[in-house]
């Protein structure tokens, strides 16, 4: 079974578009993350989740929103996006935020 | 500002050689420190985490060490393979921020 799995793992779409990545974790960790990688394969953090309530914002455009309906999802949406949000998009997640941290395969997404 | 910097980029020794990666980081406040493992096209694996109290942790034949006054820790590879080649991350977790903070990683090459 995959501990933490994402859907889709490749995404191409057009600027302006909305589009979501969905994500599942079976390990019943408390904390779910989401990291975006860029071309650079610089990892950087966007959000994370504890117990369903925000605790990290890495400053990231408001066209991105976080949800999640329980403790085992948390789903990345994307509002009118732009060429600049091509990236790998991981979802991870953590028994809470000082743990291992376990990763999804990845999201690719391309806007074009 | 914290930081967290991975020297060198890229690494390509002939199997069967030890090596050390090296991950430094700018804030010796940490939490704990985790050193990962990511191949090409999939997710980041977890391969050691340091707690801040600790000096090393071993797996296998994986040493990871941790130095925070000098915020240094490094990861010893013994008797490389060629299925050691990937790209290995440090991220640093700072608990006052909840925050956790990628290395932009060293991509290790075994030559057979």
């Known amino acids: 079974d995959t501990a933490v799995s994402q859907t889709p793992k490749y995404l191409v779409t057009q600027m302006g578009n909305d589009k979501s990545i969905k994500c599942e974790q079976n390990l019943g960790h408390d904390t779910m993350y989401w990291y975006k990688q860029d071309s650079k394969k610089f990892l950087k953090i966007m959000f994370s989740y504890n117990n369903k309530e925000l605790i990290i914002n890495e400053t990231v455009p408001n066209r991105f929103s976080p949800k999640s309906p329980d403790k085992a999802h948390l789903n990345l949406h994307i509002n009118s996006l732009e060429l600049g949000d091509s990236a790998v998009y991981f979802c991870?997640?953590?028994?809470?935020?000082?743990?291992?941290?376990?990763f999804g395969e990845g999201s690719w997404l391309t806007v074009v | 500002k914290q930081e967290v910097t991975q020297i060198p980029a890229a690494l390509s020794v002939p199997e069967g050689e030890n090596l050390v990666l090296n991950c430094s980081f700018t804030?010796?406040?940490?939490?704990?420190l985790q050193w990962f493992r990511q191949d090409p096209g999939k997710g980041l694996t977890s391969l050691l985490l340091i707690q801040s109290s600790q000096r090393e942790q071993t797996s296998g034949r994986l040493n990871a060490s941790l130095d925070k006054s000098s915020g240094r820790s490094t990861l010893y590879i013994a008797a490389s393979q060629p299925g050691d080649s990937a790209t290995y991350l440090c991220a640093v977790f700072y608990s006052s921020a909840s925050k956790i903070i990628f290395g932009s990683g060293t991509r290790l090459s075994i030559r057979p």
């Open positions: 804030d010796s406040a940490i939490y704990n």
């Open positions: 991870a997640s953590s028994q809470d935020s000082g743990n291992t941290i376990y």
